[in-house]
Each structure stands twice: as C-alpha cells, then as structure tokens.
C-alpha cells in the first residue's frame, strides 16, 4: 500500500459537471483528487481487506437479533423506548437491506482494524462506484497505468443486483435532504442504479413525504409510499413528530429500520464483548466500564456522531485531537486508538463497501487530521502486482 502521483485526468472536472458530480468541490476545498493515487496488492485487497470485512459484517449480523431482544443493549444504544418495537419488527420480518460502508485503519503491514460501521446512510457511493471506476479506465488508456491496473470495484453491479432483489410491484421513491448537494447526488445515483434494475422510481425531498387518512405515507401526487430509499438517518426519524407512525408502516423504508442498531457506535463495544481478542477488532467499552479507564491511548466517540463531530483522540493523557459538534447527549463509547496510515495528504481511512451481504468495493478519504470529517478528500485507489 502506496501513495503516488499521477497525471490528472486533463478533461476530468468536465466529465465530473457532465455526470452531476458538483461536489467535486466542497466549502470551497477540492474533495476529488485526480493526480493522486493509493496503490495495493492483489493480496492486500483479497485476504486484508475484502476477506475480514465480510467476516466482520457476518459478526455484525449475527449480533443484531441479541441487541434487538435485549433492553439493555437498546439502553445502551440509546434507542427511544416507545419505538424499539419498529427496530424488533423490521428484524423479525427479515426486511431487506443495501449497503453500508465499514471504515478501516490500514497501513499494507498490520491487520486493518474497524474504526465504525456505517450501516445506514452512508456516502461517497457515486465517488466509488462510478466515478473511480471512470478514473481507472481514462488513466489506463492514457497510458497512465498499465493495462493490467485492476480496481477492487464491483460496487455498481453489486446495487442494480441488490434493487433487483425488491418488488417492482410499485414505485420505489427516493428521499433525502436535496438541497445538500452532496446527499442529492448519492440519491440520484442510487435511483439510477434501481432504473438499472427495472424499478420505476421518483425522488423527494424528505419535507414532501406526508401522511394520508389511512395513516400511509404518501408522496406529492398522493400516491402511497410503498418503498422508500432515504437517506436520512434512523436517529433521526426515531425522533421526528411523525415517529409513531413508522409502528404501522411496515417495511416501507431501505434502509430497514433493524440496521439503526448497526449504525450506533454502541455496536462497537458489543462486538468487543462477543469477540474481544479479535484480530480486525479495536478494544471497545461503554465509559462505566473498568476497562475503559486502563486505556491510556483511546477515542471517545458519541453513539450517533458523523462526520467526526465531536469525537477526541487522547494518547497518554493529553488531547491529540478533537472535533467540535452536535452529538454526545445520547452517551460515549471509548474505543482503543490506532495509528491511520500517513502520507503527505494527510491521514487516510479507508472505505470498504458491502452491498447485501457481499464486500465489493473500496474507498480512499484522507484528512490534515487524524478525525476524518466533512472536508476529507477521496482519493481514487488501483492494484498492481
């Protein structure tokens, strides 16, 4: 594992405008970056990367019916009591899933370690799935990188299959806050990928979903909702006014109500509970815990934080780093602190995707600080042997 420099791409902010990737650029800083890249083995990405995230969403999922049936975990997570019962249903009913995206620390020598799963609405989608994938083949027919340059990227592929996997019985909406452009543009993607699939599709912003006589959830032609992809936290629809209403309304919403258990950082210290010792794990515990005190290089994360809001780095008793926010009322959890891999870009994270139950692709973003938040970079990867 590498960074390098390469040639950008001469035309490629064009192709970004021409493809509805405007946010190329965000507050003001470059999120792209065409003229660098990371480099690994096919060996890295098989058996350090691709093998320990399927092993690591297969723990995920087997935890999930213990934290669903267990009113203590659902304490821990801080997930509001009149509505555990939607979390608990949408498991019992088996309710289909898409996609969620681990975040790893790897440097191409030690075990990459989990830093988060984000399970529920995560982004940088369209960045992999398509728009590296357009970097890699312009790069090798510019003669950039040899023919045989691979990407791990079967992301796109991996989405139409899974939107295959959903009834075309009706229309499938699509909600998000669109006047965020980056979040308006992972939507459309995603509602591509489901046209892909044969589904006929319509977007909304999350403000136009309204609520009919019958207690249904309807779009702006009075339509009812039958399935819905939002990108739109569960933490927050828990606390909307119309909450109640998603006891009643089945399994409307993909992602499914069971996956806010996976998307809370109180998954972490579970994890560690059940498989502590683990060699792609990080030491995690809930702060009332002993345990939690004998760590003496640790990250405090809120349950819900994104973005890095409000997250500290302490290594031995002095604050490396932190992030101011708008999270921590629902609790902490400490997690063990490990090193990011570290280049002149900064420090890098890496995204590793699963669509269904299937690992399939791989994201760059670094950051100036080791806290990855709203201004990291994405950086495009290939392996070569």
Not at 73 to 78: I, N, Q, T, V
Not at 218 to 226: A, F, G, N, P, Y
Not at 255 to 272: D, F, H, I, R, T
Request: some cysteine.
């Amino acid at each position: 594992m590498k960074r390098i420099a390469v040639p950008e791409r001469p035309d490629w902010r064009e192709k970004a405008r021409s493809v509805g990737f405007g946010f190329h650029e965000m507050y003001g800083e470059p999120y792209w970056l065409d003229d660098v890249a990371y480099v690994f083995s096919i060996r890295q990405i098989e058996e350090e990367i691709e093998a320990p995230s399927s092993e690591l969403h297969e723990m995920c999922m087997d935890l999930v019916g213990d934290i669903v049936g267990n009113e203590e975990y659902l304490d821990r997570l801080a997930i509001p009591h009149e509505l555990r019962d939607v979390i608990t249903r949408s498991w019992q009913r088996s309710d289909k899933h898409l996609y969620g995206r681990f975040d790893l620390a790897y440097d191409g020598t030690a075990p990459a370690k989990l830093l988060e799963y984000n399970a529920d609405t995560p982004t940088s989608v369209f960045e992999t799935g398509y728009f590296q994938f357009n970097w890699l083949t312009d790069q090798i027919d510019l003669g950039v990188l040899p023919k045989e340059a691979d990407q791990f990227n079967s992301l796109q592929e991996n989405l139409i299959e899974a939107f295959g996997a959903f009834s075309k019985a009706s229309i499938f909406h699509f909600a998000a806050m669109l006047d965020n452009e980056e979040d308006r543009g992972t939507t459309v993607y995603l509602m591509d990928c489901a046209v892909q699939a044969g589904h006929r599709v319509d977007l909304l912003d999350m403000s136009e979903i309204g609520i009919d006589a019958q207690g249904r959830f309807t779009d702006l032609k009075d339509r009812v909702i039958d399935r819905c992809f939002k990108l739109y936290p569960w933490e927050f629809m828990l606390r909307e006014p119309f909450a109640r209403q998603l006891i009643p309304s089945g399994d409307v919403f993909v992602e499914p109500a069971w996956k806010a258990v996976l998307s809370n950082k109180g998954l972490l210290p579970l994890l560690w509970q059940r498989h502590a010792g683990h060699p792609n794990l990080l030491a995690a515990y809930f702060p009332d815990d002993p345990k939690a005190g004998e760590l003496s290089e640790f990250v405090r994360k809120p349950l819900l934080s994104r973005e890095g809001e409000n997250v500290t780095i302490t290594r031995n008793g002095e604050v490396m780093a932190e992030a101011p926010g708008h999270y921590g009322e629902e609790g902490f959890i400490i997690q063990a602190y490990t090193p990011l891999f570290e280049s002149a870009g900064g420090f890098a994270v890496l995204g590793s995707w699963i669509v269904g139950d299937r690992a399939c692709g791989l994201a760059v973003r670094e950051d100036k600080s080791p806290i990855t938040a709203n201004l990291s970079r994405f950086v495009p990867h290939f392996i070569q042997d």
